[in-house]
C-alpha cells in the first residue's frame, strides 16, 4: 500500500485523484469482506484508508471550484 498524505493528494489530477478514489473504495471493500470471514488481520487499515478517501474527496471538491 503507497502511503498518501495530503501533500501528495494536493498534487495529484482530477484523473488521479478519480483513480485513487476507486482503489481505496477496492480496498475497503476486501477490508469488510475479511473481517466478515474473521481473516481480518488488521483493523486498523479501515481506519487509515477512510482518512485517505476522506482527503481525496476534500481535495476533489476544492478543485472543481
Request: aromatic share 8%.
Amino acid at each position: 500500500m503507497n502511503k498518501l498524505n495530503i501533500s501528495t493528494i494536493r498534487q495529484l489530477t482530477k484523473q488521479e485523484i478519480e483513480l485513487e478514489i476507486v482503489k481505496i473504495k477496492k480496498i475497503l471493500f476486501n477490508l469488510r469482506l475479511q473481517k466478515s470471514t474473521n481473516q481480518l488481520s488488521k483493523p486498523h487499515l479501515f481506519k487509515y484508508n477512510k482518512r485517505i478517501l476522506a482527503q481525496l474527496y476534500t481535495i476533489k471538491n476544492i478543485k472543481n471550484y
